[in-house]
């Protein structure tokens, strides 16, 4: 594998990505402008501290919660979203104490539609209360046995109540899509009436598909005039691509957190958010994230969890910008624009190109070869690959490996010998 | 956290799961039935063997391809898709092994629109040739530098030799989403009205969202007899829910790799996206594959390519089945059905409930008194949930500080006291 030589290719990188808007209205799949769709204006409800409290590892001190929230705040998150107060002292306390550092975001908190709850809540300091209740037949049987006349009555109530001491309040139901269409829409347009800021939609069961999202939120849009949230949980693997289709019909928030981390397998995780959307909305994204912290975000809350960075996430995953087969390796190494629909570079990181292997092909070595300060025809370059691909079909082979053969190759060739040196067993040329 | 009573809860949760699709018709956020839909008759052309083996950590010997082959036949995967036996002499031998297997699956090889390669292939034993070449800009200006005559005409002579032999055909565009869409159409109605057995459409570079899928797919499912498959790169998160989606307008067959390994950060998984198949298409899916044993493929594929299963993973994450906050777990002893899209025991899997933390709810912990064997009263358990949210707020606690609070708390009920053990420091009860 070897890192791509930036001091030569990087100018031309830079020019490819930026040039990469220009060519998309070109793109008979881009879907028209529309009026509904917030994909390039859209905000980020960051949930880490709550909805990622809720992760079966997590458990997040107060210095741990501080840190987290200054490095969020320093991304450009729009809103801090905290672990309701009501859930133990230290919560409460640890609310208090992020409404304290006085962040750019805003802080918000996550309460049960309930007085008792919203009355602690509002007298921590936060800018504003995030209340949700279930509305889906199940919850309504098995969690909190309440009809919708009842939830609707309560809802009003804590809505009132928490505009009375000037805060923000955002209503939603939770299992959305689980409920009864007619009671969903009856309730957001009662507490639209009510003056609430935002109505949430969450796919608390992580059930939705994305044109079913679609659809609920372009229906939801036609009814309240308050901003939309959206919560998507990620059992389905759908949680990205279902805030995508909901900032495309009208939705203007969404609930990320760190790496995903929230209930069961979580929610749709801030990075891979930003990397749907920066492909979408390059200005927009670029000109509010500071994309070049995402990996020390994650870094932070991978460690405060205890878990690993998924191999295989966007971004930040060991392998999201190495490119192994020999037609993607000369492809990317004669423009990254070819086989990359993200550049390394915006988020700090690097590019590789994987030559050490038998699906190598010899453009990748062409430039290996150049990046060992070696000289070799085409011709010759060709027959060295094919002595990398020969060891690669017996073992792994490492880089060592690859550059051993390419400078034993080399030193060979400059002996005047005809090339036949035994590539598994190289003498490395100093 | 807590394994739940399966003596006590499988059997009703078993009911649970069962009625779930009889609930569906209910929803009115589900599509209604739609001809062109394929979510309940896809199949599913397995490239872990092809794809797979583009992923940066993949070096998989003759043993390892046939171990991973065996285990997606007997998975139940339609079709098993191999690196090109043009990429080395090794990869050409392991094709021929793997043919020679007797496989249910049919064995597919992915090949360069290239006679030299196809008739390479045919010789193999194979039971059919994926065909692919770029078409995008892109791709013919840094890649290959061929015209799209040069492309058609190349596609029908490979396509006509494939046939010829009696073998499958399937002909792809690379980076379709980012090619000419009239470019595209006119290319597969050639190659449909030559024969083709399907026709491809891949995101190579992972830039497609979901409702751009629907599109092309549908327009392509008006200009095409044959099948259509579908490839998906997940860099921007979007693969399961492009395969979905591309599945709802017509699409046929779907890639997937085990894990989602491949180039980059890969494809669609196969796990993750049965994950979604399973919700939508109960009993097409449970009865044409083998659930319980994606865990094991998983972990065989894992271990070859050294690489962790992903904390998040859908279905195999450590945390997928586990419930954290109070009121989800309340919810989900009374009914899983209420947090839970996805039934572990499908997957021959555990629910977890966690109570061992500061978000832990009274109605968890009075379930764990049970599992203990203890008896209280609801105060008494709420009282002892008490004393182990008091911990949890000090240091994080495992499920043996709790069940020794429960138990140290029960002692002193039991020896008449009124409950003001030290929770810190309990002494244990045999």
Redesign the interface.
């Known amino acids: 594998?070897c890192q791509t030589d930036n001091s030569a290719s990087a100018p031309n990188d830079l020019v490819a990505v930026d040039s990469r808007p220009v060519t998309r209205p070109s793109?008979?799949?881009?879907?028209v402008g529309d009026y509904l769709s917030n994909v390039g204006r859209f905000k980020i409800i960051e949930s880490t501290l709550r909805e990622g409290?809720?992760?079966?590892?997590a458990?997040f001190d107060t210095e741990t919660k501080i840190k987290i929230a200054k490095a969020l705040d320093d991304f450009g998150v729009d809103y801090i979203e905290l672990?309701s107060p009501a859930?133990?002292?230290?919560?409460r306390l640890d609310c208090e104490a992020i409404c304290k550092l006085g962040l750019k975001a805003k802080i918000l908190t996550h309460v049960?539609c309930d007085m008792r709850d919203a009355k602690l809540a509002v007298e921590t300091g936060v800018d504003g209360l995030d209340i949700v209740i279930?509305t889906s037949s199940?919850?309504r049987?098995?969690?909190h046995g309440k009809d919708m006349a009842y939830i609707t009555k309560t809802a009003l109530e804590v809505i009132e109540f928490v505009k009375s001491k000037g805060l923000e309040v955002r209503f939603s139901s939770e299992?959305s899509?689980?409920s009864?269409?007619v009671d969903l829409l009856s309730l957001y347009s009662a507490v639209d009436k009510a003056g609430v800021n935002r109505v949430g939609i969450a796919d608390?069961?992580?059930?939705?598909?994305?044109?079913?999202v679609?659809?609920?939120v372009r229906t939801l849009r036609g009814v309240v005039s308050c901003d939309i949230e959206t919560h998507f949980h990620?059992?389905?693997?759908?949680?990205?691509?279902?805030a995508?289709?909901a900032l495309?019909a009208g939705a203007t928030h969404v609930d990320t957190s760190v790496?995903?981390?929230g209930?069961?397998?979580?929610i749709t995780?801030l990075g891979?958010?930003l990397?749907?959307m920066l492909?979408?909305s390059p200005d927009y994204v670029k000109s509010k994230y500071k994309l070049h912290l995402i990996k020390e975000i994650e870094d932070l809350v991978a460690e405060a969890v205890e878990?690993?960075t998924?191999?295989?996430?966007?971004i930040t995953?060991?392998?999201?910008?190495?490119?192994?087969?020999?037609?993607?390796a000369?492809?990317i190494l004669?423009?990254p624009?070819?086989?990359?629909?993200?550049n390394p570079e915006d988020f700090g990181l690097t590019r590789?190109v994987?030559f050490a292997?038998?699906?190598t092909g010899w453009n990748a070595v062409k430039t290996r070869v150049g990046q060992l300060g070696l000289v070799m025809t085409d011709d010759q370059v060709k027959e060295v690959t094919a002595k990398i691909?020969?060891l690669?079909?017996?073992?792994?082979i490492a880089i060592d490996d690859a550059d051993s053969i390419i400078r034993s190759f080399h030193l060979t060739l400059q002996n005047g010998h005809d090339g036949q040196t035994n590539g598994a067993a190289p003498a490395v040329a100093a």
């Open positions: 594998m793109n008979p799949y881009q879907p409290e809720q992760f079966a590892n458990y672990t859930a133990s002292e230290q919560s049960r279930g199940f919850l049987e098995h969690s299992d899509f689980r009864d269409l608390t069961v992580g059930c939705a598909s994305p044109r079913q679609y659809d609920l990620n059992d389905t693997g759908c949680a990205i691509a279902n995508f289709c495309e790496l995903g981390i209930e069961r397998n979580g995780p891979g958010l990397a749907r492909v979408t878990v690993n998924p191999f295989n996430n966007p995953g060991f392998c999201a910008f190495t490119h192994k087969a020999g037609i993607h000369k492809a004669n423009n624009s070819t086989y990359e629909i993200l590789y994987h292997s038998r699906l691909k020969a690669a079909d017996v073992r792994p």
